[in-house]
């Protein structure tokens, strides 16, 4: 193949810019369209500074397109869960036994715009801002757009369309909607929603609680969660449900039903965010959603990839993850087949769909860890088991956490399978005091490697997965 | 309540028609609106003859209504499966080991139309026939309809609208597309589709092949079934990829190709279908889909029910008999909150949905258990087991099968958990050879419960569900 195909990309968040500069680097013609203004030039956050958590498969993806160096300065590293109770207690949990593993709270916008800076080095690739896209014409391949600066509509048109647009993606909605073939879609709510406050820095702008941590203060029916952000902020999330509880987003309607609510289950958090009233009510209350499909591609034409293709629920920190190891599965396949389109769709649909699935589920399992299991205290004694079997055995014991998260090579499908597998094992061993957290950790890591290969080895002869 | 309520529904399929017969005999004053011509007075099959399986819960609700002696002139009793090989063997495989227990093969549209004709025995019923529901505007309860015959479009106020339109719902695209809540909504093809072929009466309208089956001849990767009717002819319907493998529908395109695949895996029944390339060629590919959806209602204004609300794949027979179990749900809350619409629609949803959600999964299993595990030695053993421990202790023992098909009383998500974690019992205590088939039943039975009580604490104690 002499002559590179030109590549459309509609989206510039996270994956799409990460996906036009893979693409620019292996010499293809790449145009970005992107609804939004240049993040870089213009503050669009509201006011609010958003964080999120980049482990080692997002890392490999910055590796793959060299700019992994130029991302370590943005990290904050978190070690652990430290938990507040009401009484604003804090007892830390760690991620990993292995001193070398962490979890980084980074910023949104400054990563994205790292990766906008550094697709700007390539000359054949181009970012087109404040293009709205309305809509594909997935058999022609022609995307149509609005201009949010020119009020002009347009239309561009790529030998190959990408859509990497988020969980909203117009790209999805033309194969919903166009119903040229059979459409497997899911959108999944859950009844709770979000919003975002913040604790501001200190005077010297210093993090007023420690910064080595993912504060988490659990409640059963309702969270509050903290990442801290390198201007000595932290980002506070509430997870509430929208109507159910006696507490909940519809009621808390009065400053003083929001004071009140913070003051009997996040007291100590209160007295960090000043701004709490007047945050809560201007702030949007966001959704919580799960968005699944199949296929993510039309012929050898167009293909989603990131949220567009899997939005998933926050709860593991993954979403940016597998977005960015998507970029990642889809360079290596590109690899093996360039120039055969619609056998590259087809490759990276089956290698990744039941990856991105599983990921999918494992992070509304931790949903209801994270509310509510956390404080438990047979998962606590868990937890401590499988601290001490990773510090222990640093090369043979793996939780589904850390498999999850640090295991990069691990796909997320196999993670999900063995690592569920994993806890059922320590939590029926434990219940049927077949272990201890006391007992050798010889005996207690060859108990649950026998107990855990039994269970996949029951459900295998079940036909379950 | 003096006045009862005027009520709107769209739709007089099995599931509207029999709501709409139990609204009216509870007093309100009812009208639907069905987009078909009237089935009693014209034929709309397009010459085929649609059967379905009525089974317990569908008969409990033909109860409800008054109509069961009605309805079972119309049954021809099946007792079980007849497996054809590709030799033409065949093997008998029932249902239960109990002998009263069969599911009914019966015509649609027979079904449909006793179930209309008793509906126009009630002066506050009304059906409109040829009248198409466009949208509903679900603030005003306003639906939108097209009359076929008149061309003419008109509008109609329900004090409460019920959505009993299908599989593609008006009013559920109404609560997609308006966005007046965070709607859950998937659809999930399976990647093979199907198509009606028809094994004709003798010259003398007897049954060619038994009529006390469901014959089955599956193949692996794809299958065929056939039920009988009463007319002395069967309904043949062939399970099949879209694309994939070496026989799909998009290769069988050939008079030669349908009649060499028939020949060398279908001769028994190929013998039988004299029409096959004519039928194959006119007949449409029909899809295979699973609708789930969440919420069901808006405020006290409307509902939807039956497969507007769950449509499900066809392989457990429980299609019909889901929505006519809809009703005799819906029935009895309506019993206890007579008055109270919004109180109706709530305690509706939460008291059926993981029901609904568990007979999609369920159908889902045995499109994998018909193709394949009816033909796999370990599932054969277990099969003979389950008949054994049913004859033997009828009143103890109910496999997974009995307890969807033949146990009214007892709700699908726990027909669902039970009969997995007994399936997984035997099939683990089968390999582990701690059971055998020659073994007393006694031992068996208990055995069996044991294993099974403890993968449900099992479960339970991981939290799994």
């Given at each position: 193949m002499s002559k590179k195909d030109n590549i459309l990309i509609i989206g510039a968040g996270l994956c799409g810019s990460l996906l036009a500069l893979r693409l620019a680097q292996r010499g293809y013609t790449v145009n970005v369209y992107e609804s939004r203004p240049d993040l870089r030039a213009t503050d669009i956050s509201a006011g609010r500074s958003i964080n999120l958590a980049l482990s080692d498969r997002g890392l490999k993806a910055m590796r793959l397109a060299g700019v992994e160096n130029k991302v370590k300065p943005l990290c904050i590293p978190m070690y652990g869960r430290l938990v507040h109770d009401t009484e604003g207690n804090t007892f830390p949990s760690n991620y990993s036994g292995r001193d070398n593993e962490y979890i980084n709270s980074i910023s949104r916008g400054d990563l994205n715009?790292?990766?906008?800076?550094?697709?700007?080095?390539?000359?054949?690739?181009?970012?087109?801002?404040?293009?709205?896209?309305?809509?594909?014409d997935i058999e022609n391949n022609i995307a149509s757009f609005y201009d949010y600066k020119t009020k002009e509509e347009f239309t561009a048109k790529g030998d190959v369309i990408f859509g990497t647009d988020g969980a909203g993606s117009s790209l999805r909605k033309s194969y919903y909607l166009e119903r040229k073939f059979l459409f497997s879609y899911s959108q999944n709510y859950l009844t709770h929603g979000y919003k975002e406050l913040e604790i501001p820095a200190s005077a010297e702008g210093k993090h007023l609680i420690s910064q080595d941590y993912?504060?988490?203060w659990p409640r059963g029916d309702y969270m509050l969660i903290a990442l801290p952000n390198l201007d000595g902020s932290f980002t506070v999330t509430l997870f509430l449900s929208y109507d159910e509880g006696?507490?909940?987003?519809?009621?808390?309607?009065?400053?003083?039903?929001?004071?009140?609510?913070?003051?009997?289950?996040?007291?100590?958090?209160?007295?960090?965010?000043?701004?709490?009233?007047?945050?809560?009510?201007?702030n949007p209350t966001g959704a919580l959603g799960t968005v699944k499909c199949s296929p993510w591609h039309y012929k050898n034409k167009n293909v989603i990839l990131g949220d567009a293709a899997h939005a998933i629920v926050p709860f593991y920190g993954q979403g940016m993850n597998a977005s960015f190891e998507d970029v990642t599965v889809f360079d290596a396949i590109l690899e093996q087949h360039e120039g055969d389109w619609e056998t590259i769709f087809k490759v990276y649909e089956k290698t990744r769909k039941a990856d991105t699935d599983a990921i999918a589920d494992l992070a509304i399992d931790n949903y209801y860890e994270m509310r509510d299991h956390v404080a438990n205290p047979i998962f606590k004694e868990k937890r401590a088991i499988e601290m001490a079997l990773e510090k222990e055995f640093p090369n043979k014991y793996f939780s589904k956490y850390s498999m999850v998260t640090f295991k990069e090579d691990?796909?997320?499908?196999?993670?999900?399978?063995?690592?569920?597998?994993?806890?059922?094992?320590?939590?029926?061993?434990?219940?049927?005091?077949?272990?201890?957290t006391t007992d050798d950790l010889n005996s207690i890591l060859k108990k649950v490697q026998l107990e855990t290969e039994a269970i996949l080895e029951e459900d295998k002869i079940a036909g379950l997965k």
């Amino acid at each position: 193949m002499s002559k590179k195909d030109n590549i459309l990309i509609i989206g510039a968040g996270l994956c799409g810019s990460l996906l036009a500069l893979r693409l620019a680097q292996r010499g293809y013609t790449v145009n970005v369209y992107e609804s939004r203004p240049d993040l870089r030039a213009t503050d669009i956050s509201a006011g609010r500074s958003i964080n999120l958590a980049l482990s080692d498969r997002g890392l490999k993806a910055m590796r793959l397109a060299g700019v992994e160096n130029k991302v370590k300065p943005l990290c904050i590293p978190m070690y652990g869960r430290l938990v507040h109770d009401t009484e604003g207690n804090t007892f830390p949990s760690n991620y990993s036994g292995r001193d070398n593993e962490y979890i980084n709270s980074i910023s949104r916008g400054d990563l994205n715009g790292l990766l906008l800076t550094e697709a700007d080095l390539y000359d054949n690739l181009t970012i087109h801002f404040n293009k709205k896209c309305t809509g594909v014409d997935i058999e022609n391949n022609i995307a149509s757009f609005y201009d949010y600066k020119t009020k002009e509509e347009f239309t561009a048109k790529g030998d190959v369309i990408f859509g990497t647009d988020g969980a909203g993606s117009s790209l999805r909605k033309s194969y919903y909607l166009e119903r040229k073939f059979l459409f497997s879609y899911s959108q999944n709510y859950l009844t709770h929603g979000y919003k975002e406050l913040e604790i501001p820095a200190s005077a010297e702008g210093k993090h007023l609680i420690s910064q080595d941590y993912l504060h988490i203060w659990p409640r059963g029916d309702y969270m509050l969660i903290a990442l801290p952000n390198l201007d000595g902020s932290f980002t506070v999330t509430l997870f509430l449900s929208y109507d159910e509880g006696e507490y909940n987003f519809n009621n808390l309607t009065t400053e003083e039903a929001i004071k009140n609510f913070f003051n009997s289950k996040f007291p100590d958090a209160l007295a960090l965010i000043p701004n709490i009233a007047q945050e809560f009510a201007n702030n949007p209350t966001g959704a919580l959603g799960t968005v699944k499909c199949s296929p993510w591609h039309y012929k050898n034409k167009n293909v989603i990839l990131g949220d567009a293709a899997h939005a998933i629920v926050p709860f593991y920190g993954q979403g940016m993850n597998a977005s960015f190891e998507d970029v990642t599965v889809f360079d290596a396949i590109l690899e093996q087949h360039e120039g055969d389109w619609e056998t590259i769709f087809k490759v990276y649909e089956k290698t990744r769909k039941a990856d991105t699935d599983a990921i999918a589920d494992l992070a509304i399992d931790n949903y209801y860890e994270m509310r509510d299991h956390v404080a438990n205290p047979i998962f606590k004694e868990k937890r401590a088991i499988e601290m001490a079997l990773e510090k222990e055995f640093p090369n043979k014991y793996f939780s589904k956490y850390s498999m999850v998260t640090f295991k990069e090579d691990i796909p997320y499908h196999t993670a999900m399978t063995k690592g569920r597998a994993q806890d059922k094992a320590i939590l029926n061993l434990l219940v049927d005091k077949k272990i201890t957290t006391t007992d050798d950790l010889n005996s207690i890591l060859k108990k649950v490697q026998l107990e855990t290969e039994a269970i996949l080895e029951e459900d295998k002869i079940a036909g379950l997965k």
